[in-house]
């Protein structure tokens, strides 16, 4: 819809871009089973199914990516939209760190497998399993 190469160009890598992030991060939600298993997971619902318009002025376009049943629009969102500071910083207790630190152990990776998944499938790819 457009003669523009550079914009064809860069919506091109994105939209690649996309993909292969969803490869790498399907892989790695496997590779934690059974604490994770890919699809059981909900979304955080305070932002499954919010939109946050980051134009700069009032031409951002509207469709069903981000206005319809489901959707609510936030035309502008504060810089941070968890509530935050928008630092990067996490506080937890001496507790929590036990907490957590047994968390890592029972989610650590498992790098040897490199099952199947939906991403390897919608690329058309017909991959062996290896477990």
Same mark, same amino acid.
């Given at each position: ?57 009032? %031409?951002?376009?509207? +469709?069903?990516? /981000? ?6 629009? #936030? &035309? $502008?969102?504060?810089?941070?939209? %968890?509530?935050?500071? +928008?630092?990067? /910083? ?6 929590? #760190? &036990? $907490? ?32």
């Amino acid at each position: 819809m457009t003669d523009d190469t550079g914009f064809k160009e860069a919506l091109g890598f994105l939209v690649t871009r996309e993909i292969a992030h969803q490869k790498s991060f399907e892989k790695a939600l496997h590779s934690i089973q059974p604490n994770f298993p890919q699809g059981k997971l909900p979304g955080v619902p305070e932002f499954t199914n919010v939109y946050y318009n980051m134009s700069n002025g009032d %031409d951002a376009p509207r +469709g069903p990516w /981000n206005e319809g049943p489901g959707w609510e629009f #936030v &035309e $502008m969102p504060e810089p941070s939209v %968890d509530g935050g500071d +928008g630092l990067a /910083n996490v506080r937890v207790s001496e507790n929590e #760190v &036990e $907490m957590l630190s047994a968390m890592a152990s029972r989610t650590a990776f498992a790098t040897e497998t490199n099952p199947v998944t939906g991403a390897d499938l919608g690329a058309g790819k017909d991959t062996a399993v290896s477990k």
